[in-house]
């Protein structure tokens, strides 16, 4: 509550919002607007429908701006799925691969995450707004450890697990026109190059390799 207090009395909030308040997806083709179907398939995305619509509730109640920024599937250093991934192959550690490998992701390095709230500070929407972020093409699994050997040049050790229960597979494709057309924003920086700076970032870190990757 002394956070929703503070909320109110600054009268304007940019809040984080996630993709698992979407959830699982019939295919990959599926364009996802910020008015999509809410579908979470675990308690972590229910309560992040719950979050997103309190945020909604306190903007018309107390006539705040809030704008809700949508990440997808971030990464970078020195956290999340890529990272883990570079460590084990340098490593030579087994990467545990849930499934077939086909389930997908829109991933979105951690640069582009923080100017989408840089955009949403600086031209604040009136009232309540919300924002999903995306990339121009989703990633598989399988694509991304590919990518990651292709970046160091080392092969991965994969420990085959079952998938997770709750865990979305098909996740659709964001559509991120609106945040684009309103506050200007879009993404810069591509998956390999992001799993290039997150190796290097790792390598400058904790050393592995022979030097950082060009």
């Not at 699982?24 to 364009?31: A, G, S, V």
Request: hydrophobic fraction near 35%; proline fraction near 6%.
């Amino acid at each position: 509550m002394t956070r929703l207090d503070k909320m109110w009395r600054e009268k304007t909030v940019v809040q984080a919002s996630t993709r698992s308040v979407f959830g699982q997806r019939d295919n990959n083709h599926t364009y996802l607007t910020e008015s999509a179907d809410r579908r979470p398939v675990n308690p972590y995305g229910a309560s992040k429908v719950g979050a997103d619509a309190m945020a909604r509730a306190y903007s018309h109640l107390y006539k705040m701006n809030v704008t809700l920024i949508r990440i997808m599937a971030a990464y970078g250093p020195p956290d999340m799925i890529p990272r883990i991934l570079i460590e084990n192959i340098i490593n030579d550690k087994p990467i545990r691969k849930f499934g077939d490998g086909t389930a997908t992701r829109t991933w979105i390095y951690i640069s582009d995450i923080v100017s989408a709230f840089i955009c949403a500070l600086k031209s604040p929407c009136k009232g309540f707004a919300e924002f999903n972020t995306g990339a121009p093409n989703t990633t598989t699994l399988n694509e991304l450890i590919a990518c990651a050997e292709k970046v160091l040049g080392k092969k991965a050790i994969i420990e085959q697990c079952p998938a997770p229960p709750g865990d979305a597979h098909t996740v659709g494709h964001s559509k991120y026109d609106l945040i684009k057309n309103t506050l200007g924003w879009e993404p810069k920086v591509g998956i390999e190059e992001g799993i290039r700076r997150t190796c290097n970032h790792y390598i400058q870190q904790n050393g592995g390799l022979n030097s950082p990757l060009e």
